[in-house]
């Protein structure tokens, strides 16, 4: 949710920030900008192809800042995009977050005859450090009154026209990360963009500031005490962060798929023991051994995984699950005990709502773990343990490999509870054989994708569709519902096969298709009743099953067939041709995949 870069070196700055922008642009693309000390700024609205197309031919600098927008507060106009600036144009601020006092500050500033010009919470902030400035001249000093003084959440890029030198990172609630290379630093919202020029990288906590030369570095408190943090090295290689000859990400990662379950089991399965290994669990082991309830908390398709977390967990553990998504969860009053867990799952680790419901649960003093691809990110510093996805950066902002490794982490926590408590060691065994069968798998039904574009192209002339499904593919009917309505920008709606008859069903015709989960399992037959439910109102079908299946339902439906697995696990694969249907739809539409419209990729905001 807005994307901040910025650069300090010997290098001419312009490339660096168009480039790190660019490997950005999934976090908004409501508008882009950048500034250079030594040049002025350019700013568009839209993408950052835009942007670059109003480039002048020469800029020159060694350091900026830059910024891409996904609008909250002003419409996404040039005027709104930043960096913003101070009324003498020499104090410029890249900023991801809301300040939630800016209309006081705004109020104050306007009386003490600042200017603004344009509609956004962040202007408040270059106005008050060009306040600040006028004391002493200390531009450190400034930020930090400033920051002391404002409400809401922040990651900040700031620059000062005096000071070509340096630029200032700030962090409170929005991811910050600072790269430090040779003779060169960078400050970004995430590894990403930072990638290409250093593996070296240090995340500020919130409350923290960067101040960062060329050579240097210094990191304070907004009490101004010095901060000293060892450094980290990324585990990505900039291949993961590139299109590798695909058409778009989200098609790349849906193919990564098979590697991906590969690198989220690596080192965690003990075969003949029935087991998991989960290191990141080990601090906290005994603990969960008397845990009598897990909550989950997750937004959009993470929360679609936590559900299907609840009927594995259930199952197979005997722990009583709640799924919650964390934007209500925040808002209510749980009730929780000291047997009961809390575990979030995130992608990306910095998705407001879900850091919410962890610092709440925190608050109350509740264990607290994570299921989460990022490592460094807010959400894995702040839970007590925890799994890393390993799936590696996921750009494309429809979620596709990451809720395949979401599945296989609750999959080894399954496994890992189960076998603390009821589960037989055939049954640990049996998991622990599927599980590492899974990529093999995968990689049949991503051998032919032919079929399945072709069905997207039969079907794309649809505006509404219906999911179903039952038991541990119910949670699948709203995630592939998910993904065709955030990348085709059609009506889809995900829901119970069982559900169908008390409301959905009435929607049903001939103009009104469903795609049905239907494998062969204990759900099977109700599933086949529920599809003739809808084909006896002539309804049209696509259907997901397996081989075996092909009988029953191949006489109602266009049919995709995956290999089978075990029922808890299906899942994993069933999803797949529900992302490539959704992916080919919209390619079919001429739709820009990798960046669906009002949609970014890490939601850092209420
Ligand atoms: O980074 P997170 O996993 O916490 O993100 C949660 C959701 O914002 C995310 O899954 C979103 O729903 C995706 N765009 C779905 O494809």
Excluded at 305 to 321: C, F, K, S, T
Excluded at 391 to 415: D, W
Aim: hydrophobic content about 40%.
């Amino acid at each position: 949710m807005c994307g901040i870069f910025g650069y300090v070196g010997k290098r001419n700055a312009l490339p660096i920030l168009i480039d790190g922008l660019t490997s950005l642009e999934y976090r908004g693309y409501d508008s882009a900008g950048i500034y250079i000390p030594e040049s002025g700024s350019v700013k568009s609205p839209g993408p950052v192809k835009n942007l670059r197309l109003k480039l002048p031919k020469k800029m020159k600098g060694t350091s900026g800042i830059a910024h891409l927008r996904w609008a909250t507060h002003g419409k996404p106009n040039q005027i709104n995009a930043h960096p913003h600036k101070d009324c003498k144009g020499e104090v410029w601020v890249a900023h991801n977050g809301i300040i939630e006092n800016y209309q006081e500050l705004k109020t104050k500033l306007v009386k003490l005859g600042h200017k603004f010009i344009s509609e956004t919470d962040t202007e408040v902030l270059t106005h008050l450090i060009e306040q600040y400035l006028k004391k002493d001249g200390d531009f450190e000093k400034a930020v930090i009154k400033t920051l002391r003084g404002v409400r809401g959440t922040y990651g900040m890029a700031i620059s000062y026209r005096k000071e070509p030198g340096k630029i200032i990172a700030a962090r409170m609630g929005a991811p910050v990360v600072i790269g430090l290379g040779e003779n060169e630093n960078f400050i970004a919202s995430d590894p990403s963009p930072i990638l290409r020029h250093t593996k070296r990288v240090i995340y500020l906590n919130d409350g923290e500031i960067a101040v960062m030369g060329s050579d240097s570095y210094n990191i304070y408190t907004l009490d101004y005490n010095e901060v000293k943090r060892d450094v980290e090295m990324i585990e990505w290689g900039l291949d993961q962060v590139q299109k590798g000859g695909f058409p778009h990400f989200m098609l790349k990662e849906i193919m990564e798929g098979p590697e991906v379950i590969k690198n989220t089991l690596r080192g965690r399965l003990l075969i003949s023991e029935g087991l998991a290994k989960l290191g990141g669990l080990e601090a906290v082991t005994e603990k969960l051994r008397s845990i009598q309830r897990i909550i989950i908390v997750g937004c959009g398709t993470a929360y679609y995984a936590g559900l299907v977390g609840e009927y594995m967990l259930e199952e197979y553990a005997g722990i009583p699950v709640e799924v919650e998504v964390g934007s209500e969860f925040r808002y209510r009053k749980p009730v929780m005990d000291d047997k009961t867990i809390l575990l979030a799952i995130s992608q990306s680790g910095e998705t407001a709502d879900t850091l919410e419901a962890i610092r709440e649960a925190k608050r109350k003093n509740i264990l607290t773990l994570g299921i989460v691809n990022t490592v460094g990110s807010t959400i894995a510093r702040e839970t007590d343990a925890g799994i890393f996805n390993h799936a590696g950066p996921e750009i494309g902002v429809a979620s596709t490999k990451a809720f395949l490794s979401q599945l296989t982490a609750l999959a080894l926590l399954t496994l890992f509870l189960g076998r603390q408590r009821q589960m037989s060691l055939v049954t640990g065994r049996r998991i622990a054989q599927k599980l590492l069968d899974l990529p093999q798998k995968l990689e049949k039904v991503l051998a032919d994708t032919k079929y399945i574009k072709s069905l997207a192209k039969k079907y794309s002339k649809y505006k509404n569709f219906l999911y179903i499904g039952r038991k541990y593919n119910y949670p699948i009917a709203l995630e592939g519902a998910l993904k065709l309505k955030e990348v085709t920008y059609v009506h889809a709606e995900g829901c119970g096969a069982g559900e169908m008859k008390h409301g959905p069903l009435a929607m049903i015709d001939e103009n009104f298709p469903s795609l049905a989960i239907a494998l062969k399992d204990s759900v099977f037959e109700k599933m086949i009743s529920n599809i003739q439910e809808i084909k006896a109102r002539k309804g049209k079908i696509i259907a997901v099953t397996y081989e075996d299946g092909k009988k029953e339902v191949g006489p109602l439906a266009d049919v995709v067939c995956i290999p089978k697995t075990l029922e808890m696990l299906s899942p994993i694969l069933s999803v797949v041709p529900l992302q490539l249907f959704a992916y080919y739809f919209a390619v079919e539409k001429g739709l820009n995949v990798d960046q669906p419209r009002n949609l970014a990729k890490s939601v850092t905001v209420e």
